[in-house]
């Protein structure tokens, strides 16, 4: 069963917390919260879905799954997972990653 869809966010957003959702819902909090994102989901598909938006877009689309208050901080270390496969993008790109505050302080694991 999926959580209450968050109102008023990207579509994309939307579908990386239904992602979330449905680790959590296969997996357990427990396993999640011990194995971490990258050992249950895919983050492939998430990094690819992301890098083929304009910088601008895929900004707000990991921003709100940030903002997202429902997931106890599991969405924020999702955030991280995503942004650590992200590293390898050329410098101009991952600047403006972060140069989000919301974005710096998730990759930071300030949460």
């Known amino acids: 069963m999926r959580a209450k869809e968050p109102e008023n966010i990207p579509e994309k957003s939307q579908?990386?917390?239904?992602?979330?959702?449905?680790?959590?819902?296969?997996?357990?909090?427990?396993?999640?919260?011990?194995?971490?994102p990258k050992a249950l989901m895919d983050?492939?598909?998430?990094?690819?879905?992301?890098n083929d938006l304009p910088i601008k877009a895929a900004v707000d689309v990991l921003e709100a799954v940030c903002l997202t208050t429902y997931k106890q901080n599991?969405?924020?270390?999702?955030?991280?997972?995503?942004?650590?496969?992200m590293?390898?993008?050329p410098p101009a790109r991952w600047d403006f990653f972060m140069e989000n505050a919301t974005l710096q302080a998730?990759?930071?694991?300030?949460?």
């Open 87 to 89: 590293q390898d993008l």
């Open 15 to 36: 579908d990386i917390l239904f992602r979330l959702d449905d680790a959590l819902n296969l997996f357990g909090v427990y396993q999640y919260d011990q194995r971490g």
């Open 43 to 50: 983050l492939n598909s998430i990094v690819r879905t992301i």
């Open 106 to 111: 998730t990759f930071d694991g300030e949460f």
């Open 74 to 85: 599991r969405n924020k270390v999702l955030v991280a997972a995503i942004l650590e496969e």
